[in-house]
């Protein structure tokens, strides 16, 4: 068990840089999410974690060993790939049996660690197959079998679900869950998903061509966006977000509608500042199909033609139009809606945010 | 011929038939037929005197052609395994160039460009006693003071082929490995350092057996052309000295055109195909289980 440091970590491919000295802290079993769109240089971060990729500039620990220089062998780390990077020549016992081979230990110890992870993921039917005979979810099993066999300081992730259809993916999301309940250690996971990283991390890190944008819990990420960025990055579907300026009390947008100015915006912006807004569809509904039961203090109801609804069941999403833009709006309890009807829809201003359009910061305090 | 009307398809495979009969099969079934006969070029009423196994016999007895059996089953084992090492190597340095690979191919290829009976009066040449390159440079360098006789001593003469044939063809295997490092997917080979290997142990567990099946085919492309080699040697020593590097198809060349001796000659020949088939059948069996070992797709 151990704790992950980056500091002022680099990473240059010849002139290009692609992942700039970004510094980040994990604790002894935290499960860490590194979350972005792809190209954003998570692979490169995680790799150079493993020692599989040297670093340009700075610095990496593991519990208090520097690693900079360490080949992977010597960093005690196990690592899933997302094209599982099975020994295909190899049977699913050997596989995962492997690290400990090479560590040299005796067959007696190998055989009963093999057991008990083929147990723990429902492998044992599976151990004399190869990987050529095994299905895309049961190849994922063998590949964290070989992760967890060898009891790691550190479990690294590099996008292990990305190959499986949406419902094996949800089936295995759960039993990682599990899985780092039950092993305790470090976990570092990439994904390109951020319901993934939502629902498994305890932290998440959000990066953005090679720069992290925010590190928290998904609680606060998803509450206090720290930029535009993540706000848009995080939730789904995303929120709504549109430029406005600052007017008397108000935020005028684009076509000259306005929105009364957020209460707690209102000391942390000046007349004539360019801003966006942004508003959770959850917090956008039509007026009595809210998720707050009791109206919320700051709402404001605006009257809108509808564009267009995604029925899913329970919820409809509502598309409708505000100021010359396309709003997405939450319905709860849905009513039948038609595209060019007129709705009530509800602004939570409350639960609204705002960024200053220049630097994309939040506004908020 | 009136009434007898072939259907479309036979018709139409016949000329294939045809042909294939005329330059293939009975060639075939003549120079099997001939091994059972005294045929001497020289007398050809011969080939019709049928004398069962009696060349089959006569070989088996026959001391010098067990030598020359041997001798190319011991070029066949040196080689293949000399080239394996050799281009294992190469194509693990090539493998490793960040730039200018395409040309380091094409630099390995060269050696197979060249027409073998070429290759042999270049090495004749370098080999050569007096003048050649090799002993020259020796002198020059002072690792030698005199004359090393290489295509003259038998043993030297032996070495003097194995190096020219070694030469001529480690790209073989050098290009067949080269493309399975290729082919070779790089995440196991990741997985294996995260897993804890050394270089060697990647190599020796997970590299290793990724490129087997491909050395397998070199090796029997290899064989069978070691077993049927002929030029190289015939340029160099024409299986001298005092027949100290006579192999299979020298002595059957000989036998059949110095000697005229065609029906033992094919007899021979027979035997030689059969060492052929043989070395095919081993190698194939163990690239399909190579191939089966890493659950290749091809
Ligand atoms: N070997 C390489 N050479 C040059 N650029 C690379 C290399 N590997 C990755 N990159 C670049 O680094 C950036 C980050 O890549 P990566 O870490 O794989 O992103 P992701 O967040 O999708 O995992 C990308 O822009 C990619 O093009
Ligand atoms: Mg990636």
Redesign the pocket.
């Known amino acids: 068990m151990a704790t992950v440091s980056l500091k002022n970590l680099v990473k240059k491919?010849?002139s290009?840089e692609?992942v700039h000295a970004i510094n980040l802290d994990v604790a002894d079993r935290e499960f860490v999410a590194l979350v972005?769109p792809?190209?954003?240089?998570?692979?490169?971060?995680l790799r150079m974690i493993a020692g599989l990729e040297a670093i340009s500039g700075g610095h990496i620990h593991i519990g208090d060993r520097e690693v900079n220089n360490l080949p992977p062998r010597q960093r005690n780390i196990s690592m899933v790939f997302q094209s599982y990077a099975l020994y295909p020549h190899m049977t699913v016992a050997e596989n995962m049996g492997f690290s400990l081979k090479i560590a040299g230990r005796s067959q007696d110890v190998i055989a009963s660690a093999v057991a008990d992870a083929a147990k723990t993921l429902g492998l044992e039917e599976l151990l004399d197959r190869r990987p050529s005979q095994l299905s895309g979810g049961q190849r994922q099993r063998v590949a964290m079998g070989r992760a967890i066999v060898r009891h790691p300081d550190v479990f690294l992730f590099d996008e292990p679900l990305s190959n499986l259809d949406a419902k094996l993916r949800m089936q295995m999301r759960t039993e990682i869950k599990k899985l780092h309940a039950k092993v305790q250690s470090t976990v570092i996971y990439?994904t390109?998903d951020q319901v993934e990283a939502m629902t498994l991390a305890d932290r998440i890190v959000i990066?953005r061509d090679?720069h992290i944008e925010q590190v928290g819990p998904p609680e606060e990420v998803f509450r206090r966006p720290a930029t535009r960025f993540v706000a848009g990055f995080i939730g789904s579907p995303t929120m709504n977000l549109h430029d406005a300026v600052v007017g008397d009390s108000k935020l005028i947008f684009g076509n000259g509608d306005t929105l009364p100015l957020p209460a707690q915006f209102r000391d942390r912006v000046t007349a004539g500042q360019k801003v966006i807004f942004g508003l959770r569809p959850d917090d956008l509904y039509p007026t009595g199909h809210g998720i707050h039961s009791g109206e919320a203090a700051e709402v404001h109801a605006v009257e809108v033609p509808v564009s267009l609804t995604e029925p899913l069941g329970n919820e409809t999403l509502v598309f409708a139009e505000f100021a010359g833009q396309d709003w997405i709006s939450r319905m709860l309890n849905p009513k039948t809606l038609r595209s060019g009807d007129k709705v009530e829809l509800s602004f939570d201003l409350s639960q609204s945010h705002l960024f200053d359009a220049q630097s994309e910061k939040s506004l908020r305090g | 011929m009136r009434g007898w009307k072939p259907a479309p398809h036979v018709l139409l495979l016949l000329p294939a038939f045809v042909v294939l009969a005329a330059v293939v099969v009975v060639p075939l079934l003549l120079s099997l037929y001939s091994s059972f006969t005294p045929f001497r070029l020289t007398r050809p009423d011969t080939i019709y005197t049928f004398i069962g196994f009696r060349n089959y016999q006569r070989l088996f007895a026959d001391m010098e052609f067990w030598a020359a059996f041997g001798r190319t089953v011991l070029l066949l084992t040196i080689a293949l395994n000399l080239e394996m090492v050799l281009g294992l190597f190469l194509a693990l340095l090539v493998e490793k160039a960040t730039r200018g690979q395409r040309l380091l191919r094409t630099i390995m290829m060269f050696p197979m460009m060249f027409s073998p009976i070429l290759v042999g009066f270049q090495f004749k040449f370098m080999f050569n006693d007096n003048i050649g390159l090799v002993n020259n440079a020796l002198q020059s360098l002072g690792l030698t003071d005199q004359a090393i006789p290489w295509l003259i001593d038998g043993k030297l003469a032996f070495t003097s082929i194995l190096i020219a044939e070694v030469w001529s063809s480690t790209s073989v295997f050098a290009i067949f490995i080269l493309a399975g490092l290729m082919a070779m997917p790089k995440e196991p080979l990741e997985a294996a350092k995260v897993d804890g290997c050394t270089p060697l142990q990647s190599f020796r567990y997970v590299t290793w057996p990724f490129i087997m099946p491909f050395a397998f085919i070199a090796m029997t492309i290899r064989s069978l052309d070691i077993a049927r080699a002929y030029d190289i040697v015939k340029i160099m020593t024409d299986g001298g000295p005092a027949k100290r590097t006579e192999i299979l198809w020298t002595l059957i060349s000989r036998t059949a055109y110095s000697d005229a001796r065609m029906g033992l000659a094919n007899a021979m020949a027979y035997v030689a195909i059969f060492l052929s088939i043989l070395f095919t059948v081993m190698f194939f069996r163990q690239l399909a289980k190579a191939r089966q070992q890493i659950g290749a797709e091809w």
């Open positions: 491919y010849g290009l692609v972005g792809s190209g954003c240089g998570k692979s490169t971060t990439v390109h990066m090679g």
